[in-house]
């Protein structure tokens, strides 16, 4: 079994809200479409995983029947998702609400033969991070998606570079100038262009 998890660790993910935005609003439309992006996967359940700072946003993105996982770290959610019996799960920023299907995908496509994948963000972090389960010994404890050079840290842990796949980099909205970069053009991302558009 595969599950896609929205990780909503912290309130970071609020940090682009644009000035006369209310930032509460501004974070769960993110939430939102990225969810809408994990709910499109195929063979893929979908959870969330929040802290009690975040809590009340995962309830308010949530699908109807979508797992809530409340828990402290992504660790502790790995741990989790394996005692419910999941054979890979990935994990998800909530800021990247433009994100394509098809690299929403790729991580689970590279388990296929790798123990580990990554969707790097552009700058720094991850936009994704998947891994069988149970993980890795090799997987460093403590790793989450904001990690600075998370994707170097995993290269220097895996036994050998077979062992993560690394997916094409993808954007992340984290300080609202990052917001000139999300493209009309591009499906997707509904609420957040909603919210934005002042609708």
Do not use: N
Request: with cysteine; charged share 20%; hydrophobic share 50%.
């Amino acid at each position: 079994m595969r599950v896609a998890v929205l990780c909503l660790l912290g309130t970071g993910y609020r940090a682009a809200c644009p000035p006369g935005v209310d930032p509460v609003r501004f974070g769960r439309a993110l939430a939102e479409d990225v969810t809408d992006v994990l709910a499109a996967l195929s063979g893929v359940d979908v959870a969330i995983v929040a802290d009690t700072s975040t809590l009340d946003d995962a309830r308010a993105v949530a699908m109807p029947g979508t797992p809530i996982l409340e828990l402290p770290t992504m660790d502790s959610a790995v741990a989790e998702l394996a005692r419910r019996g999941y054979s890979e799960a990935a994990f998800f920023t909530p800021d990247v609400p433009d994100l394509p299907a098809l690299l929403a995908a790729k991580p689970f496509s590279g388990l296929s033969t790798s123990d580990a994948a990554v969707v790097p963000g552009h700058r720094d972090g991850l936009v994704a991070l998947a891994t069988r389960l149970p993980p890795p010994r090799w997987l460093p404890v403590g790793l989450h998606l904001d990690t600075p050079g998370a994707v170097q840290r995993l290269r220097a842990a895996a036994p050998t570079p077979g062992d993560l796949a690394i997916a094409p980099a993808w954007r992340r909205v984290r300080v609202p100038a990052d917001l000139a970069a999300l493209d009309p053009a591009l499906e997707g991302w509904e609420v957040t262009r909603a919210l934005l558009s002042g609708q």
